[in-house]
């Protein structure tokens, strides 16, 4: 069976764009494949878990 999918949102603490993305957990942390907001920003972020 597939892992559970939860949904995380994201957002930018440098230029305020927020990303909603389903992700997987992965043992203590969760996977979305995001990697880097649209202002080049790849550290500061502030990320909440929803669920599903």
């Not at 949102?9 to 389903?22: A, M, W």
């Not at 942390?29 to 907001?37: A, E, I, N, Q």
Request: proline share 2%; net charge neutral.
């Amino acid at each position: 069976m597939d892992e559970a999918r939860i949904k995380v949102s994201i957002r930018c603490r440098l230029c305020g764009e927020k990303f909603v993305l389903r992700g997987r957990r992965d043992g203590g942390r969760v996977d979305t494949g995001f990697k880097m907001c649209l202002c080049n920003n790849t550290d500061d972020f502030e990320i909440e878990e929803m669920p599903v």
